[in-house]
């Protein structure tokens, strides 16, 4: 499966072995080697465990593809039958890059409409998620070689407009997320603070929110000092509304108003949001173009290709960890019975199972001390080990909305082609091209880390401008 893999790569000299020990990891052979290793976790963490390396691998293809040897071996491979639409190198690497991804978010797209309306394991079509990964590794390579019989012309379009709309999308998405995240986060704290009283729980809310407001202004006082120079106005502006926005949320947060009509509202969440649009702000100021001399990370040229191929990696990586996470948060995106009831008929919950039962009688005795935690372990039967064995955590419920998964990794998909295709351009002394490296790019995350601000403001104000509505 690794030399089936490998099959994209193959035209290029060099490159195939390396392609194929690469690609292997998401052979077929290799997805089952996670199920087995994966021990008592249950079957849904080793199957996003396997789409995300899938989506991990793709995108580092989809980046290898902007390399100046890739361009020219495509322009060899493709000039003599295929319809030229565009002009120079660049255009080469645009197509490429957009016809793996688009490959990519076809075989999602075909995912999210095969399994809408499952809801354990138990339904005939869970083994489409869960199993068939040969068969799904193949369909997703012939789908890849398909990509490069369509025109270009096709996908010019496609990345010009259509994979940008589900860029923004997929942006939107994850802030949404990240909003919900904190106010998740702070109200689980207050819970186990009030019912248990726990001390444990008080101090990780008070540290947690006191660090990432410190962690916050350690990074502004380092934009100020590396990326603030006199001639950097736009840096500045952007550092400055940045301070400006984590001042106005904190101090709305705690406003009277706001703490009447919602008294879990306060500087946790603020804290969350806080750290992080400084980091995309912080991101934003270190990525951007030098031809202002605002940047000096870009000036360290003896280790410039190792930072660009460090950089392509961490930003590829920390991609594929959040569509994963956002994939699963059925809090924010209307989860399936999320493993507390059998079945769900015409959009209507059934009572529980018997199994279903028996766990919540078996979960009660172990936390009244009556039984040993082993009890839970041997709570199987005959029935059950049939769809899946004791590491199906799914037979009550999915863990997760399994067609809203793969809707948010076509939306990522998208995300990942507008990144690498935003004002292509190769590194002036080496043979790979940055990731993100435009004030396209920068723009972009600054102008998120304002919308998040916006977000999470809302979810403040909101109850108080409508109190009917959020009673």
């Known amino acids: 499966m690794g030399g089936l893999l490998s099959l994209p790569l193959l035209a290029f000299p060099g490159v195939g072995s390396i392609g194929g020990c690469l690609m292997s990891c998401c052979g077929a052979y290799a997805c089952s080697a996670i199920f087995s290793a994966c021990g008592k976790c249950g079957n849904s963490i080793a199957t996003r465990i396997v789409y995300a390396l899938i989506f991990l691998v793709n995108s580092i293809i989809s980046w290898v593809m902007l390399t100046p040897w890739a361009i020219k071996k495509l322009e060899h491979l493709t000039l003599d039958y295929l319809p030229i639409s565009c002009f120079g190198e660049q255009c080469y690497g645009f197509v490429a890059v957009h016809r793996i991804n688009f490959a990519l978010g076809v075989f999602h797209l075909i995912m999210a409409l095969l399994l809408i309306g499952v809801t354990d394991s138990r339904h005939p079509r869970a083994a489409i998620q869960n199993g068939y990964w040969g068969i799904k590794i193949f369909a997703w390579i012939g789908l890849v070689i398909f990509t490069f019989l369509i025109p270009e012309g096709f996908f010019i379009v496609w990345g010009n407009y259509f994979a940008t709309i589900g860029a923004f999308l997929f942006l939107l998405l994850g802030l949404i997320l990240l909003v919900d995240l904190a106010h998740s986060w702070a109200e689980t704290c207050l819970e186990k603070i009030e019912f248990n009283d726990s001390p444990v729980w008080r101090f990780i809310l ?42 106005i949320v904190s101090c709305v947060s705690v406003h009277p108003t706001v703490q009447y009509f919602n008294s879990q509202a306060g500087l946790a969440q603020s804290a969350m949001v806080a750290i992080y649009c400084t980091y995309l702000t912080m991101s934003a100021v ?20 190792a930072s660009i191929v460090m950089g392509a990696l961490i930003t590829i990586l920390t991609i594929a960890y959040t569509t994963t996470r956002a994939a699963t948060q059925g809090v924010a995106l209307g989860s399936s019975n999320g493993g507390e009831y059998s079945h769900i008929v015409d959009g209507e919950q059934l009572q529980p199972s018997r199994k279903a039962i028996r766990t919540a009688a078996l979960r009660q005795a172990v936390d009244s001390g009556s039984l040993p935690a082993s009890a839970l372990d041997d709570d199987s039967d005959d029935e059950d080990d049939s769809y899946g064995g004791r590491n199906d955590d799914e037979k009550m419920g999915t863990q997760y ?28 002394d080496g043979d790979f091209a940055p990731i993100g490296r435009t004030y396209t790019a920068s723009w972009v995350k600054v102008v998120s880390a304002w919308v998040c601000y916006t977000l999470y403001t809302w979810t403040l104000v909101a109850p108080a401008l409508f109190p009917d509505r959020f009673s």
Request: with cysteine; charged share 10%; net charge negative.
């Open 401 to 428: 909305p399994y067609t809203w998964f793969h809707v948010i990794f076509l939306l990522a998909t998208s995300w990942v082609a507008t990144l690498l295709t935003m004002q292509v351009e190769t590194d002036l």
């Open 206 to 247: 008070i540290g947690s929110t006191l660090g990432m407001y410190i962690g916050s202004i350690v990074m502004t006082i380092v934009m100020y000092i590396f990326f603030g120079g006199s001639d950097c106005s736009t840096n500045l502006v952007w550092i400055t509304l940045n301070i400006i926005m984590v001042i």
């Open 286 to 305: 270190s990525m951007e173009p030098d031809d202002k001399h605002c940047n000096p990370l870009l000036r360290a040229r003896g280790t410039r290709t």
